[in-house]
C-alpha cells in the first residue's frame, strides 16, 4: 500500500501536535503506492499521528460517491458495524434520533431506519443526494438548529422559551473522525448535540496496528483525506475529557466491517 519516500530529506523541521501542542520531529515520509501522493506524517507521544498540512478535501465528488456506490458487497460492509452495535446502543438509550456523519451512502441510516430510528446525514461532498434530512456541509461549522420563523416559535413554545436545540440520541461517525481538521471541537459540538443521555460511536484508524503491520502494511496513509490518526488510548483519553463515559473500546482486524485495523467505540455522555 505504502513506501517510505526516498525524497524524504534527513533535516526534519518539529511540528507541533494539533492535540496536545509538544512539537516531535518524529516523522513517516510516505509515498502512497496507488495515488503516487507523498506526504510527511508526524508521530506524536501523546498517541496521535498527524500530516504536516491540512488535506483539502478536494477529492470529495461525484467519482468519490461512486467508488462507495459500486464496491462490491459495499451495503453488506457498510452496514455490519450498525448490525453489530444496533442492539447495545438501543440500550442505552430511550430516543431513536440518529445524525450520521460523513456518511457518503446512507447504507448505515437505512438500516436504522428499518429498526425504526429517525435518521439525518451530513456530508461535506456537494454531490450528496437527498433532501429533508440530509444536510449538506460541514459537520465541524454547521449550524444545527432548526430553521424557525420566531413568530411561529413564540406561538409554539411561548415567548418565555424561545430557545429550541437539535438533539440527537446517537451521532454516527464512522470514519470521518480521521477527516477532521479540529477533531476535539468536533467532539465538543457532538457532546453538545447529543441528548442527555446520547452515545457517540466513532470507528477511526488504529494507529497502533502500525506496530503490527508495518508502516507499510498500515492501509490507512490517505494524505488527501486524513489529517489525525489516533491510538486507542488518545482517543478514549480525549472523550473521558469531555465527560464522555467510555461503553466499549475494541481493535477490529476483520474485512466483515467497511474498514480494517481501526478502533470501535462506543462513548455516552455521563448524565449521573
Same mark, same amino acid.
Given at each position: 500500500? @505504502?513506501?517510505?519516500?526516498?525524497?524524504?530529506?534527513?533535516?526534519?523541521?518539529?511540528?507541533?501536535?494539533?492535540i496536545?501542542? @509538544?512539537?516531535?520531529?518524529? /516523522?513517516?515520509?510516505?509515498?502512497e503506492?496507488?495515488? $503516487?501522493?507523498?506526504?510527511?506524517?508526524y508521530?506524536?507521544?501523546?498517541? /496521535?499521528?498527524?500530516?504536516?498540512?491540512?488535506?483539502?478535501?478536494?477529492?470529495?465528488?461525484?467519482?468519490?460517491?461512486?467508488?462507495?456506490e459500486?464496491?462490491?458487497?459495499?451495503?453488506?460492509? &457498510?452496514?455490519?458495524?450498525?448490525?453489530?452495535?444496533?442492539?447495545?446502543?438501543?440500550?442505552?438509550?430511550?430516543?431513536?434520533?440518529?445524525?450520521d456523519?460523513?456518511?457518503?451512502i446512507?447504507?448505515?441510516?437505512?438500516?436504522? *431506519?428499518?429498526?425504526?430510528?429517525?435518521?439525518?446525514?451530513?456530508?461535506?461532498?456537494?454531490?450528496?443526494? $437527498?433532501? $429533508? +434530512?440530509?444536510?449538506?456541509?460541514?459537520?465541524?461549522?454547521y449550524?444545527?438548529?432548526?430553521?424557525?420563523?420566531?413568530?411561529?416559535?413564540?406561538k409554539? /413554545?411561548? /415567548? &418565555?422559551?424561545?430557545?429550541?436545540?437539535?438533539e440527537?440520541?446517537?451521532?454516527?461517525?464512522?470514519? @470521518?473522525?480521521? +477527516?477532521?481538521?479540529?477533531?476535539?471541537?468536533?467532539?465538543?459540538?457532538?457532546?453538545?448535540?447529543?441528548s442527555?443521555?446520547?452515545?457517540?460511536?466513532?470507528?477511526?484508524?488504529?494507529?497502533?496496528a502500525? &506496530?503490527? *503491520?508495518?508502516? @507499510?502494511g498500515?492501509?490507512h496513509?490517505?494524505?488527501?483525506? +486524513?489529517y489525525i490518526?489516533?491510538?486507542?488510548?488518545?482517543l478514549?483519553? *480525549?472523550?473521558?475529557?469531555?465527560?464522555?463515559?467510555?461503553?466499549?473500546?475494541?481493535?477490529?482486524?476483520?474485512?466483515?466491517?467497511i474498514?480494517?485495523?481501526?478502533?470501535?467505540?462506543?462513548?455516552?455522555?455521563?448524565?449521573?
Amino acid at each position: 500500500m @505504502v513506501a517510505e519516500s526516498k525524497e524524504c530529506k534527513i533535516g526534519i523541521i518539529p511540528k507541533c501536535c494539533p492535540i496536545c501542542n @509538544v512539537s516531535t520531529n518524529n /516523522v513517516y515520509c510516505i509515498e502512497e503506492f496507488d495515488t $503516487g501522493h507523498k506526504a510527511q506524517w508526524y508521530n506524536c507521544q501523546c498517541g /496521535v499521528i498527524f500530516q504536516d498540512r491540512q488535506p483539502k478535501h478536494e477529492c470529495y465528488d461525484a467519482k468519490y460517491l461512486a467508488f462507495y456506490e459500486d464496491a462490491k458487497d459495499g451495503y453488506k460492509h &457498510n452496514i455490519h458495524a450498525a448490525r453489530t452495535y444496533a442492539p447495545i446502543i438501543e440500550e442505552l438509550t430511550y430516543g431513536r434520533m440518529m445524525l450520521d456523519v460523513g456518511f457518503a451512502i446512507p447504507a448505515s441510516m437505512k438500516y436504522f *431506519e428499518d429498526r425504526g430510528w429517525l435518521t439525518w446525514g451530513i456530508d461535506i461532498n456537494k454531490e450528496i443526494k $437527498g433532501k $429533508g +434530512h440530509i444536510y449538506k456541509g460541514d459537520f465541524q461549522t454547521y449550524d444545527f438548529s432548526p430553521k424557525i420563523d420566531q413568530t411561529i416559535l413564540d406561538k409554539l /413554545v411561548g /415567548v &418565555n422559551k424561545k430557545e429550541i436545540k437539535r438533539e440527537f440520541d446517537l451521532i454516527w461517525m464512522s470514519h @470521518v473522525f480521521e +477527516h477532521f481538521s479540529d477533531p476535539i471541537a468536533a467532539l465538543k459540538k457532538a457532546y453538545n448535540l447529543l441528548s442527555f443521555s446520547g452515545v457517540l460511536y466513532i470507528s477511526t484508524p488504529d494507529i497502533d496496528a502500525i &506496530n503490527k *503491520e508495518g508502516i @507499510v502494511g498500515f492501509p490507512h496513509w490517505k494524505s488527501r483525506e +486524513h489529517y489525525i490518526l489516533w491510538s486507542e488510548r488518545a482517543l478514549k483519553r *480525549e472523550l473521558e475529557r469531555l465527560r464522555f463515559k467510555i461503553i466499549m473500546s475494541r481493535r477490529n482486524f476483520s474485512a466483515r466491517y467497511i474498514s480494517w485495523f481501526d478502533i470501535h467505540i462506543i462513548a455516552q455522555k455521563d448524565y449521573f
